[in-house]
């Protein structure tokens, strides 16, 4: 069955102490791995995609990362306007184009 | 460029009645998603509109669920008659391409609580 975990489950940070999240898959066929940010009462907002393992995509302080069995979300010098919640989600099956999402890592960036 | 707009925000409404949520995507975005959050779960696929045309519905969980989406643009999700487990936030989504290696534009979700 398709599965995917992310950990922590939250995490709290001063700001500047740069950490990474965790995204576990375990999919019959990855076709792409997707990284989300959630604010209170928001919906998901699009960070990244993944398609094959080595890929790594950056943006500001955010930088994502592939390999075969995880990915990983390294938050460089956070800022109190990261906190959020961070989503993973990864399609798998052909022919498909629905998200399995993970339960999300709760991120607070402490001034 | 407006985003994906749902409504109501918030309902309220007793176990047996009917509800229906709106979503307004992207204009000109062809695929149209939904999805839920049941309280403390993850995010869970409930269907996805290529047009007019229900592309994939393998997540609706019954069929107390109807979605429609008319002419392509806006969709209804009516949940008839509601039951305490629907209770959630059901999210819609919209990509100009299913691939979305753009990713998908989220509206801020209806919280839907049967009691």
């Known amino acids: 069955e398709d599965q995917v975990t992310q950990s922590p489950e939250a995490l709290r940070l001063q700001e500047g102490e740069s950490s990474s999240l965790n995204c576990s898959y375990t999919?019959?066929?990855?076709?792409?791995l997707f990284w989300y940010r959630q604010d209170p009462g928001k919906g998901p907002e699009f960070l990244f995609t993944?398609?094959?393992a080595g890929e790594e995509k950056e943006k500001e302080r955010l930088k994502a990362t592939l390999t075969k069995k995880e990915s990983f979300l390294h938050i460089t010098a956070p800022k109190p306007e990261d906190s959020a919640t961070y989503l993973c989600a990864v399609r798998a099956s052909e022919g498909t184009y629905k998200y399995i999402f993970g339960t999300g890592t709760r991120l607070k960036v402490l001034a | 460029e407006a985003g994906v707009t749902q409504f109501p925000s918030h309902s309220v409404i007793e176990k047996g009645q009917t509800v229906t949520l709106r979503c307004d995507p992207i204009?000109?975005?062809?695929?149209l998603y939904w999805y839920r959050r049941v309280m403390g779960k993850e995010i869970k696929f409930l269907l996805h509109?290529?047009?007019?045309?229900?592309?994939?519905e393998s997540g609706m969980p019954n069929n107390r669920f109807l979605a429609e989406r008319t002419g392509g643009t806006y969709s209804t999700l009516k949940v008839q008659p509601a039951e305490l487990e629907d209770s959630g936030v059901y999210f819609c989504?919209?990509?100009?391409?299913?691939?979305?290696?753009?990713?998908?534009?989220f509206g801020s979700g209806t919280r839907l609580t049967v009691v």
């Open positions: 989504a919209s990509s100009q391409d299913g691939e979305g290696s753009h990713g998908y534009t």
């Open positions: 993944l398609y094959s």
């Open positions: 509109f290529v047009k007019e045309s229900k592309q994939d």
């Open positions: 999919v019959s066929g990855l076709r792409g």
């Open positions: 204009s000109g975005h062809d695929n």
